[in-house]
């Protein structure tokens, strides 16, 4: 089972500062490694597919990178409605697996 | 615009059945693969099935393998989670989603269904 290690756990931010969000595989998935926005008693949001490819509706603030076994999400410019737990996932091999998730909370 | 509903969850005595539905509109559903994907109440995300489009392949995880079957009826747009000898550690939010393959990645997620299993 390929286990992604997300971090940090939690980040408290100011607004329009910038975050960054860490996702390391424990072995290469290539870049099947994808983005999730998910806020209190809401579903998953899809963010960023494909380590770095933009999603239609998706704010162009959030951008994704990496590849191999090291990913990233960037938030640039972080705005109030962001307030939200961040998850990675791989779709690489199964079984599915995803980060254990990044609470941001605003300032 | 793709919608996924979820129904079909529930309290259960651990050990019973419950059956979940999730019906899809706005999407060609015999197109795409199908999911599902379960939380813990303040837990991450955990994968627990996948089905082809056709429903000719399925997956499991091995935490519900032998308990949990997945299934679909494309004429009604509809994917099925049938979940026997339930236990405690199945008590989730059931999320059913979206993905172009049966290992791709997950696009688009319903709203959640409860499950809770407790004596």
């Known amino acids: 089972e390929i286990v992604l290690t997300q971090s940090p756990d939690f980040q408290s931010v100011t607004p329009k500062e910038k975050v960054i969000i860490t996702c390391r595989a424990s072995?290469?998935?290539?870049?099947?490694l994808h983005w999730y926005q998910q806020k209190p008693d809401q579903s998953p949001k899809l963010l960023i597919k494909?380590?770095?490819q933009s999603i239609s509706g998706v704010p162009s603030r959030f951008s994704g990178s990496g590849s191999g076994t090291d990913f990233s999400l960037t938030i640039n410019g972080l705005e109030a409605e962001d307030a939200a737990a961040y998850f990675c996932?791989?779709?690489?091999?199964?079984?599915?697996?995803f980060g254990g998730g990044t609470k941001v909370e605003i300032k | 615009e793709v919608q996924l509903l979820e129904s079909g969850g529930g309290w259960v005595h651990p050990g019973g059945s419950l059956r979940l539905s999730c019906t899809a509109s706005?999407?060609?559903?015999?197109?795409?693969?199908m999911n599902w994907v379960r939380q813990a109440p303040g837990k991450g995300l955990a994968w627990v099935s996948s089905?082809?489009?056709?429903?000719?392949?399925?997956y499991y995880a091995d935490s519900v393998k032998g308990r949990f079957t997945i299934s679909r009826d494309n004429s009604k747009n509809t994917m099925y989670m049938q979940m026997n000898s339930l236990r405690v550690e199945d008590t989730a939010v059931y999320f059913c989603?979206?993905?172009?393959?049966?290992?791709?990645?997950?696009?688009?997620w319903g709203q959640g269904t409860m499950v809770i299993v407790s004596s």
């Open positions: 072995q290469s998935i290539g870049r099947s």
């Open positions: 989603a979206k993905s172009p393959t049966v290992i791709g990645a997950i696009e688009i």
């Open positions: 996932h791989q779709s690489s091999n199964l079984p599915l697996t």
């Open positions: 089905i082809s489009g056709s429903g000719g392949v399925t």
């Open positions: 706005g999407v060609d559903f015999h197109s795409y693969a």
């Open positions: 494909f380590a770095s």
